[in-house]
């Protein structure tokens, strides 16, 4: 059985540096643990002890802990050539209309990141995998891919160039029929949704096989332990409380909340010495800034019914698994959903 | 009319910048127009107002606030350039039309910038909350992007306008915050910005912790609270360094209030600008 634990949240709230940390506290405990990360800073490799990104797990200088580290502009090539028949990988991968699709559409990064957390944890040599999970609109992209992919793949589009019944001729798309098409052929062209046809048959062929591996996927969801990662900025924690209520049914709830960058508590408490110099001045503020993120979390914590864990806020990168490791609130990895440990607001 | 993109790495207060953008030039007499180029964003509540919708409001300071409404934007395009009469209301066809845009290369990015570069003549001046840098480059290519698939007729030469008009009238400013990962994002998306019709403006560095004149000697936290300011300011610099000189914009300590937020970042930006 293994345990795979899923740390989401916005870009840049120190998602990676986190999971990286959560990882090394569980190799620790002697439990063979796998992180799986997504374009990783140069600085958080060189913590590991890694020197070039792989997709297939790496041994890191931490002894129990292995990284694998996905490229995320592969993830659509992967998509095409694992679920579409030869053929038709072959014309969707020089074709434009899909370069473009694949530009705009960042679920498949979360798309992969799912399917190779799937694919391990099926692989059942690990006791934990640690997902670091793509930055995402929302913050529950992570989740929703399988199905965001599948939407777009097999949705109104298709439906509408083609007709209700798929199979059959590639030509017999009917553009004089629908009021929208005899629209978009007046603006765009018949060439151009002839192509675009083209491009969605071949698109289609990767259906059944993404649709057997979204169900794997979505399996693998139901019991994965979540953490979500925020600072004090108004971006991430609007995502960790979409969090708690876009994600019914598909997920675990929320397991902690660990709390980034945190001001020392004890500093909004202090007795302020007299006088105005600069560092007087300067920790009033910093007084007034503990004193917000106390309040911030106090309401993530009631309205998400969570325990918050903070991280303090230091500028240093980490610079080893010692680093890493340091960063991990005592406590974290034994609180669950069900209460254990408060967490420390 | 002047439009200026404000982008950045999600997160780092692009919203709070372009409302405190919009605020200076309101304070200065201009007619200014800030608009959101997705829906949903930060923008309106720094702008005073509760919610943004398809039409300009009227926010703090004279400014006005709208939101880019894909649909409606959508409609509003395919009636310009429909070549057949339509019928009243085009309800289904339009999803259609909106699903056909999804997987058309181009098109969805491209009637979001012709309805901001259209509506961009009744004002002195645009300021755009704009995707993330991420995004932004696939937008303010789009106009290439589908002269290079439909070669000819309506579309291809509203196309052509539009890059002329990207290229004359509109500057792309970055907001960024001195860390690695923001930092590096915006250096890649000015690099981006070289193949692209929008020259680039202004960078922007947020969220700003500058070195105090002395560390005290002795004072438990107060010493504590310089330390940590020292070394995050010394770091910050550090990565300030790496991106063209512009506007420090400065940490907001205990500030939650987003109208007071953009009226701190506009009185920080007036001695800039």
New interface residues.
Partial sequence: MTDVFCVTGAGGVGKTTLSAGVAVRLARTGQRTLVITVDPARRLGQALGLTDIAHDPRATTEPNLWASMLDARGSWEDIARRYAPADSAERLLGNAFFQAVARRFPASQSYAAADTMTREVQDGRWDAVVVDTPPSAGGVEFFTAPRDLLALINGPLLRALTGAGIPGSRTAFRFTVAPFLRIADGILGSAVLEDLTEFLFDLRTTVDGLTARSQAIERVYRSTRNLIVTTADPMPLGEALNFANLLPGLTSPPDSILFNRAVPPQWEHETIPPGDSPEVVNFRLWATEAARQRWLRQDLRDRLRTPVHTVAWASPGPAGTDDLARLIPNGLLESGPDGGHPGDV | MRVEFVSG?????KSAVAAALARLHARRGERVVAAAMLPNG?LGAHLGLTTLGPTPLAGVDGTFGFEVHRVAALEEY?RL????P??ARLG??????D??A??????RELITIGKILHDAGDWDRVIVDAVPT??LG?YLAAPD?IR???PS???AEQATRLIGDLRHSSTVHFVT?A????I?ETLEAIEELKGLPSPLGTVFVNRTLLP?????PT????????L??Q??A??QAAWRARVPPGPVLPFL????D?VLISDMLAVTLSEWL
């Fill in positions: 790495k999600g997160g780092v207060g930060g395919v350039h429909s070549p057949v339509l019928l289904g066809a339009i999803r259609a039309f699903a056909l999804t997987a058309a290369p181009g098109v991420g995004q696939s992007v290079g698939l439909i007729g309506r579309v915050i860390e690695e990962l923001p590096t105090l004149p002395t560390i005290p004072g438990g936290p107060v010493r504590e609270a310089a940590l300011q070394s995050l010394e770091h300590f205990g500030a939650t987003p």
